[in-house]
Structure formats: C-alpha cells, structure tokens
C-alpha cells in the first residue's frame, strides 16, 4: 500500500477502506468501528455517555452546515476558548496568528471540529494557567483536526502538563509546534491518532516519566509521520502504546538533549517504522534508541515489529542498543535495509529477520553536525538494500523521505534499493508539506519475482507436484505473467509462463513428473523482469510391487524321497506373469523339507520350478507343500526312512 500524502490517512483494519487509503476526515469517511466498552481509570462508557445525546439535536447537528468562527483582533471572538464554547458539532474555528492568546486554556467538548491557525501559525502559550489541572487544551469531543497551532508552557500539578490533552479519540493534528511543555501530546482513549508535519522540542519535566508524544494503551492506531521530535527533557521522543503503531518518515533525533528512549513502544502491538531518521548524542540517558514490549506485551492485539529503511544514528560514547526487544516477543523482528551507524548492540532479538542492513563502513552521511543524514555516492549503504517485502498486504518499501522542515519527498529507487532513510540520487521536488496539495504518487516499481518453489524436491515418477511463484507486491490490473521453462520436458513439462493474478502476490501450478528408467534431476526456472530463479527436482523411478496372481496347478517329483533326497517343486500359473513379476511364497508342514519362501515369477512367465531338500535324519511321513498368491495350492510327497 503506498504511503499517503499530506492529506490523506491510512484505515486499513476498516473493511470499507480495505488497505486503500481514504480522506483526511477520519470520522467522515474511515468507519471507526465502535470504541472500547469503556475509557480507563472508570471514566464514563463511551455507549451510556452517545444514549444520553438527543437523536433529534444528533441529527440537526449533522444536517446543519458548518459555521466558521473567526478569532482574533476585531473578530467576533477575542479567545479561542470563546469560540470553542459557542461552537456547534461540525464548525470551523480559524484563530488569526495576529492575536495574543496566552493564558487561554479551557476543554473543548464539541465533535467534528476544524480548528486551525490562519495568517501564519497561532501561538498558545499556557502563562501559568492550565484545564482541568491537565494542559493548554483539554479535547473531549470527538473527531477533531487542530492544525498550524503553536503550543508552549504547559505545566500543571501533576508535573505532565500537555499542549493538548486528549480524552477521547480520533484527533488529527497537523501543522502543529509544542515546544517547552511538560507533556507534547498526552492521552486517547479509543480510534485512530494522526500527527503529520507537526514538530516537538524541548518537552519533558525532568523525571523520565513526561515526553514529547505520549498515547494511551486505548488507542486503536497511530501514524505519525513527515514530523520532527527532538531533545526531550529527560524523557522520550515518542512513546505510544497503541494496538497499532505506523511511524513513518521522521526525524526523531535527541541532538543535545537529555532524552531517554527515542521511540518506545512498551506494550508491544503492531508497529511498522519505515523511513525514519533517529538519532542519540552523548547526552542521551539511555542506550536504547527503539524499544518494544519491555513493560509486557499486549494480550489483546498481534504484537509485530517492522523495522525497514531507518538510518539509526548514535554518537554515544557508551554505545547503543539500536533496537532492545521484549524476550517474551516470539514473533521474529523484521529488520531490514537500516542504515545502523554508531557502536553498540544492532539488537536483543537474535530470531529478528535480518537482510540488507548497513552497519559497517562510512556511511558517507553529507552533513551530519546538522543531522543530515542523506548520504553520498561513497556510501556502505548504497545499493545495499534488499526487497523490503510486505506485512500482511501492507507494503514495506518506502514510497516517501523525509525533507527538512517537516516535509517529505516521494522516493523510488534509483538502481538497487539503499539502505537507510534516504535514497541517493533521489532529486527532491514535489515536496509534500502542510498545506500544500499532494503531488501525484510516483509509479509504483514493477513486481519483482521473489521466489520459486516447489512443493517437493524428490518426487516419484507418475506423482505430481505443485510449482509457486511469488512477486514482491500484489500485481496490477492485468496480472503479472512470469515465464517457466523445464531442463527436462520429457520429464517435467512446465507451461511457457504463470499469472499472478491481479491483486495477489502468489500463483500456483500443479506438474506432472512422467515416468523414468533410473533418477532424472530437472531444473526448473522462473523468470521475471531480469530476476531468475530456479528450483531443482529429483525424479525417481516408481516402485513396483510383484503382483499376487492366481495358481493353476503345483507338483513336486519325484514325490516317493528319503531323507536327504532333493525335490524338484513346479508351479504353474493361470496366465502369464505381469511385467513387475509374479509373487509365489511356500510352506512346508514339516520343517524337514526346506523351501525357499518366496519365489519372483518372471515377467511373462507360466511356471518356475524350485529345489527343495529333505534333511538327513527325516523321519517317514506324508509332507504337504504350499504355493501362495492369490490363491493357494497344495501337492504332497512321501518320505520314507529306508533306501
């Protein structure tokens, strides 16, 4: 799935986005599903709390059209906690970044709110006053985008004053700045949280417990991307603990600050981290730069960790440990095409997936005083990259880079895919930023064959096997048709080509191996784009079982012996032996006469006569010989004692 740009938002678990991507409003058009039974710490059911809404007002709200109110010098609302508190479900508030709105702090309990900055970005500085003893704004409606908003001062009792406190659910903010707070962003209790071209600096109180960005265990999804969190105060630059987690495109980078993790996901859940720029200096509290599950695992969600094209950057003297990961975490990381520069542990996790990593030699970073970590033709990480694949239909590869300031640059591969963040040769127009439409996505690459197999290596003449292929991503409109060919047709035939049918990423054929004299090796190959891949095949010749058939006569001469005398035994068949032979077995009622147990009538064959043996020392007797197949006969003979 590509990433999508400035004004888009991923809502891949809803059945009616179905891994597409849909508009901006998250409410508007990515069904949300119904939130948690309850929001935590006993806070009202969020199903209690809807019955108590009038249906009639619900609907009025919903049918009105949406009234913008305008804040600021000779506006009709000199505060934006004044318009706020006018405000209907659905209406625009546009605050004028000419006003002086320090000290304005309040909730803001209306659904569907646009709340933005116009005329350059409003500033809200806390001055010493906080809501609800939590922060600047307090959002307890629902669906609400607040965007080009400066958020500083932020400080309350509780020593996690945030710039904007969310209570509820499904926020978007865009645009945005905090800087000097306790607390970014804290909070969400339910849906869907997007951060996008929003920037976080110089936020914490100084005990490791507030950060830049901090969300609650209630929320579904996380995506922050194309935003820039740097030097937390003691604290980390994103920690979230949502089911789902989609950081993309970023620079999270500590630089001089006292900050201790960069990004810590610490209940684990599903966590895509592709194309981001992290970095710790010297005066970063804590070694680790990515963690995941270490204050337990989610038991309610998958817990996965894709960690794909990041540069990680440490300048720590005592060293990183680029990604610490929960042991309790059976799922192996996929870890793939990061630039690791710096000393320290690449990871804890040694089942993670490791391939196209970067983590020797100059890494030809262009200016990295200035964390610009875009690298040059001279880089280890050029070309080093392998194909990043897909997680459950998403995509893996990266489709954007992240652009100073707050922006991001649609990436494709210029040879080989590099590792890390950025892709060298990449020439940094259509920038997406905030405000700006999209630029059109870039074609997306050409399926790539990723791999053949076959069902078994060895298989048995007359047996049939099943042949896959497997593309890189799901195929377009018209499928994807991957040529075959067989070293040995007359023993495996193969079609000229398969189609991977359009949107799948795999397609499968059923062979046939005929038969041989002795063991055949075949090679087969699948080709694709200039990528071939090829699998070879034993065939063995098949094992054929002598047939029982049925007996006509059996005799025996001469059939007056004595002891120690040989016998000439004959058996007869009611027709020709088949071509694996005929399978006779014999018995004797004594012991003293020796058969052999079982005969092999050749192929076409009527009779086969066999020797048989009475011991010396036989007493006299009547002793009967069988002959078995599918049926059985008897003759006799009689031994006496004297000669």
């Not at 010297?282 to 070694?287: I, K, L, S, Y």
């Not at 890189?472 to 007359?490: C, M």
């Not at 014999?586 to 050749?602: D, G």
Request: aromatic share 6%; charged share 15%.
């Amino acid at each position: 799935m590509r990433s999508p740009s400035a004004a888009w938002i991923r809502c891949p678990d809803s059945p009616a986005c179905s891994g597409a991507v849909r508009s901006t409003a998250v409410s508007a058009r990515c069904p949300v599903g119904d939130p948690p039974d309850a929001w935590q710490d006993g806070a009202v059911r969020w199903r209690d709390m809807r019955t108590l809404l009038p249906a009639a007002a619900v609907l009025a709200s919903l049918s009105a059209a949406a009234a913008v109110r305008s804040v600021g010098p000779g506006q009709p609302y000199a505060k934006p906690c004044q318009a706020f508190a006018a405000a209907q479900d659905g209406d625009v508030i546009e605050i004028d970044a000419s006003g002086n709105y320090d000290g304005d702090v309040c909730v803001i309990y209306r659904n569907n709110l646009t709340i933005r900055g116009i005329n350059g970005r409003a500033r809200i500085d806390a001055a010493g006053k906080y809501a609800q003893g939590k922060g600047i704004w307090v959002v307890a409606g629902d669906n609400t985008l607040i965007e080009n908003i400066e958020f500083s001062g932020a400080r309350v009792p509780d020593r996690n004053g945030a710039g904007i406190r969310l209570d509820t659910g499904n926020l978007t903010v865009r645009n945005c700045v905090f800087h000097h707070n306790e607390t970014g962003i804290l909070g969400g209790f339910y849906g869907r949280v997007l951060i996008e071209h929003s920037e976080f600096y110089d936020n914490g109180y100084g005990d490791g417990q507030s950060h830049n960005i901090y969300l609650n265990a209630g929320v579904a999804e996380f995506t922050l991307r194309y935003s820039a969190s740097r030097r937390a105060i003691a604290g980390h630059l994103v920690k979230s603990r949502a089911a789902k987690n989609y950081i993309l495109y970023n620079r999270l980078t500590q630089e001089t600050g006292t900050g201790s993790y960069e990004i810590d996901l610490p209940n684990g859940g599903q966590a895509y981290l592709i194309g981001n720029i992290v970095q710790q200096g010297d005066t970063t509290q804590n070694r680790g730069m990515l963690t995941f599950g270490l204050e337990g695992l989610r038991t309610n969600a998958p817990n996965e960790l894709y960690v794909v094209n990041n540069t990680f950057v440490s300048t720590r003297a005592a060293g990183a440990t680029f990604l610490q990961i929960s042991s309790s975490l059976s799922a192996p990381a996929v870890v793939r095409n990061n630039i690791f520069s710096g000393s320290g542990i690449i990871t804890t996790q040694s089942t993670a997936l490791m391939a196209g990593n970067a983590t020797s030699g100059s890494m030809g970073f262009l200016n990295p005083a200035q964390y610009d970590y875009r690298i040059s033709n001279l880089s280890a990480a050029l070309n080093a990259g392998v194909e990043p694949g897909l997680a459950g239909g998403f995509s893996l590869r990266p489709v954007m880079q992240y652009k100073d300031p707050l922006c991001a640059v649609p990436r494709s591969d210029v040879g080989p895919i590099d590792a890390g963040a950025y892709e060298y040769g990449v020439i940094e127009t259509s920038a997406v930023c905030a405000g700006a439409p999209p630029p059109p996505p870039p074609p997306p690459p050409a399926p790539a064959l990723q791999s053949f197999t076959v069902s078994a290596s060895t298989v048995t003449a007359g047996s049939p096997l099943t042949a896959s292929v497997t593309i890189s991503a799901p195929a377009p409109d018209g499928g994807v048709t991957v040529a075959l060919s067989s070293s040995a047709p007359d023993v495996i035939a193969v079609p000229a080509s398969v189609t991977v049918p359009s949107g799948s990423a795999t397609s499968s054929i059923t062979l046939q191996a005929e038969q041989v004299v002795s063991a055949a090796a075949v090679v087969l190959t699948a080709a694709l784009g200039g990528v071939t891949l090829q699998a070879p095949v034993t065939v063995e010749p098949a094992k054929t079982e002598p047939a029982r058939v049925r007996l006509q006569r059996v005799s025996a001469s001469p059939q007056q012996v004595r002891a120690g005398d040989a016998i000439s035994v004959t058996v007869q068949l009611a027709s020709p032996a088949p071509a694996a032979g005929a399978a006779v077995q014999w018995t004797s009622s004594q012991p003293y006469v020796r058969l052999p147990a079982q005969v092999i009538v050749p192929a076409g064959a009527r009779s086969m006569t066999v020797q048989a043996r009475v011991d010396s020392g036989a007493p006299a007797a009547t002793v009967h010989l069988r002959a078995s197949s599918a049926n059985t006969l008897a003759t006799y003979i009689v031994v006496r004692n004297t000669r």
